[in-house]
């Protein structure tokens, strides 16, 4: 497997430092934390599905995420839990 900031730049091509990279983080948060409890049972703390369930809105990251097991995913998730504290840090989120 690929080190988990290269994963995240294929997960997430366009993220860019000045392309909405708070977008793009939560983009894959979202999906990847309804990815979790869909297929894998796992809740992310800071994820509440809503009033339909866990949805995902992006199947091409459905099927990125298929590729890992569950712990690979738990560990991309804290991953992406850290860039979104560094962009918050920074001023980038909405």
């Known amino acids: 497997m690929s080190t988990l900031a290269q994963t995240f730049r294929d997960l997430a091509p366009d993220y860019r430092p000045n392309n909405d990279p708070w977008g793009h983080l ?26 339909f369930g866990p949805e995902i809105q992006d199947d091409y990251l459905a099927q990125q995420f298929a590729q890992f097991d569950d712990v690979e995913l738990v560990r991309l998730d804290r991953f992406l839990d850290r860039v979104g504290a560094m962009l918050v840090r920074a001023g980038k989120d909405y």
């Open 26 to 51: 939560m983009g894959v948060r979202f999906d990847l934390a309804a990815y979790l409890l869909q297929e894998h049972d796992i809740l992310v703390d800071s994820y509440e599905p809503g009033i």
